[in-house]
């Protein structure tokens, strides 16, 4: 409950933070994405959680020098917000994005989530993610109409890597809308 409230804070300060950022690409912001994603997909295995879905938020940051022999990957922060009794999680980390034709892109991301859901025991509600910090991950495929406008349509993971003793795994699919600046 915490962390949608923490998540819904930022989200409402969201219009402050865009309109205070740099427009630009030397700015700090590059790009902000909204998506919906189908909780616990059963497209993937059988589902244990809600099937509300999730909100999908994330901001893009311009890549520091010093990432520039890992491919300049942007640094991202993020939420799945889920509108029901589900997990919810807040992301950290890198994101790739490569062009394979002028409009269609690949997109990966890699880092780490903090999550709401259970880390002890499998309930009625949720899966028993085994530790609080998990890994996250996400792969995407998108479609860019122009130099601002994309959209895509992914995959979502968390997991622990098998780092905690259980290790269920949160896999989310879902299609999001990108800006960038």
């Known amino acids: ?5 923490f998540a819904l804070a930022a ?11 740099p427009a630009s690409a030397e700015g700090l912001l590059t790009e902000l994405r909204i998506g919906v994603l189908d909780h616990d997909s059963d497209l993937v295995r059988n589902r244990h959680e809600t099937s509300d879905p999730d909100i999908n938020l994330e901001a893009r940051f311009a890549s520091p020098d010093f990432l520039d022999w890992a491919f300049s ?13 589900g997990t919810s999680l807040a992301y950290a980390g890198l994101g790739w994005t490569f062009y394979l034709t002028e409009a269609i892109f690949a997109d990966f991301t890699l880092g780490g989530a903090i999550h709401d859901g259970e880390t002890s025991r499998v309930t009625p509600e949720s ?3 085994g530790c609080r910090l998990n890994f996250h991950e996400s792969v995407s495929l998108g479609y860019s109409f122009d130099a601002h406008n994309a959209i895509m349509v ?28």
């Open 1 to 5: 409950m915490i962390l949608k409230r």
């Open 127 to 129: 899966r028993n993610y």
């Open 73 to 85: 990957p942007n640094p991202v922060i993020g939420a799945n917000i889920n509108t029901g009794n």
């Open 154 to 181: 992914g995959f979502d993971h968390m997991s622990n890597a098998s780092l905690c003793e259980d290790n269920n795994g949160l896999t989310n699919i879902g299609i999001r809308y990108a800006y960038k600046f």
């Open 11 to 21: 989200l409402a300060a969201t219009p402050f933070f865009c309109a205070t950022a």
